[in-house]
């Protein structure tokens, strides 16, 4: 007993073959799909964002312990320097030493001093 097989079905499995191809195609060049270890770099920048995000705002408000005259200063002062040396600026006066934390981080220093400039422009 043989099973005949229609004349639209070569055609249907072509169709439903490139389709997936094309799909996958889209979805990865779209960014729609991503691999296993695009998620994981994407959640661990993600996650690192959300940290530095959340602490930054500890920084500025260890500026704020300062007396106003003296924020008056420091701001002054950090609008005076480079640019790209503001971070190093908020490193050197300890605002971006987090509590229970022995070391600076240099990613919270820059969004510090960003945050801090916005401040000095208000």
């Known amino acids: 007993m ?31 799909v991503v691999s296993g270890s695009t998620a994981q770099e994407m959640a661990e920048t993600s996650g690192k964002e959300s ?39 908020v490193i050197d006066k300890g605002w971006a030493t987090m509590p229970g934390s022995e070391a600076p981080n240099n990613d919270i220093a820059q969004r510090c001093a960003s945050l801090l400039m916005d401040l000095a422009e208000s």
């Open 51 to 89: 940290a530095i995000a959340a602490m930054a705002p500890v920084c500025v408000a260890q500026f704020k312990m300062l007396t106003p005259n003296n924020q008056m200063e420091q701001l002054a002062a950090l609008k005076a320097e480079s640019s790209y040396k503001r971070d190093d600026f």
């Open 2 to 32: 043989s099973i005949e097989i229609p004349e639209w079905v070569k055609p249907g499995i072509w169709g439903g073959v490139i389709g997936a191809v094309l799909i996958t195609v889209v979805g990865f060049s779209t960014g729609s």
